[in-house]
């Protein structure tokens, strides 16, 4: 839909919208991403914040970065939300303090299965997703 297309609104599931809300990000506040994605809970921070703070958005998976970077243009959030794909590991990340980092660990996008059940045979092996982590 055109409202969609304008960054009204970003469809997600419950699970992902309470993860988000758990991190209670307030405007002003600095936090880290650190399984990113799309940016679907990404983007539910950056609304909590109404445009005001920073946040980084990491994943190991740059393929889904690519997305995120999509995503936050459409949702018009580049102003708070820098895409860490320079990073390999958050090992590179430069000593930073963060109001809160959200860790949405294995990272595998099997909650999206529910809505995607194809996806159950391409989906990222979880053993192998363990290793990274």
Not at 16 to 22: H, K, N
Not at 62 to 68: I, P
Not at 92 to 109: G, I, N, T
Request: hydrophobic share 40%; aromatic share 6%; with cysteine.
């Amino acid at each position: 839909s055109k409202t969609w297309v304008d960054g009204f609104y970003e469809v997600q599931d419950e699970g992902s919208q309470l993860i988000a809300a758990s991190v209670d990000a307030a405007p002003g506040d600095v936090v880290l991403d650190a399984c990113a994605g799309n940016g679907g809970k990404t983007l539910a921070l950056a609304s909590s914040m109404l445009g005001v703070g920073k946040i980084c958005a990491f994943d190991v998976d740059k393929r889904r970065l690519k997305h995120l970077l999509a995503n936050i243009e459409r949702a018009q959030v580049r102003n708070i939300v820098e895409a860490l794909e320079n990073i390999g590991s958050l090992d590179e990340l430069p000593a930073a303090s963060f109001d809160a980092v959200l860790v949405d660990a294995p990272c595998s996008s099997v909650g999206a299965l529910r809505r995607t059940p194809s996806l159950r045979y391409t989906h990222d092996d979880p053993y192998e997703l363990a290793k990274i982590q």
